[in-house]
């Protein structure tokens, strides 16, 4: 939910386009989530704000939960969020967690998640890169 919620967020950004790139890095126990998108992007001072749940653009929402929450589900995982955005070029997110950390969340369905946001904003250009780094098997040879 936390990823649909933030490419929501590039919605309401006016963004014509979003990228979201996954990186399952088994060599490094990290998950890489990336999410970038061409909207309206944020200044310095709201950038800061953005991370308090109780800070929202949104008149039609008292509190902005998307940001706080994907910050602290990657904390609570061993990992880190950080978010660039510049005024009139987009937002850029990435977040690290560790992979097999316990209290790392569900993934959950990403392809469900993309295809429900495109049926819903056809005048969108979605894409998504899903990448799956496997630990590297030692070679054995016997003599």
């Not at 790139?21 to 310095?44: A, C, K, P, V, Y």
């Not at 800061?48 to 609570?76: C, I, M, W």
């Amino acid at each position: 939910m936390h990823i649909f919620d933030l490419i929501d967020n590039s919605i309401a950004a006016e963004a014509s386009r979003v990228h979201l790139e996954i990186r399952e890095d088994h060599r490094e126990d990290r998950l890489h989530i990336h999410i970038e998108d061409n909207g309206i992007g944020m200044s310095r001072q709201t950038l800061d704000k953005a991370k308090d749940p109780f800070f929202s653009t949104k008149n039609s929402k008292p509190v902005g939960l998307g940001l706080s929450l994907f910050a602290q589900a990657a904390r609570e995982s061993g990992g880190c969020m950080r978010v660039e955005s510049h005024l009139g070029r987009g937002t850029k997110i990435h977040a690290e967690f560790g992979l097999t950390h316990p209290d790392r969340k569900p993934l959950g369905d990403i392809e469900k998640t993309l295809t429900t946001l495109q049926a819903s904003h056809p005048e969108i250009e979605f894409s998504c890169h899903y990448e799956i780094v496997e630990e590297e098997v030692e070679n054995e040879t016997q003599t």
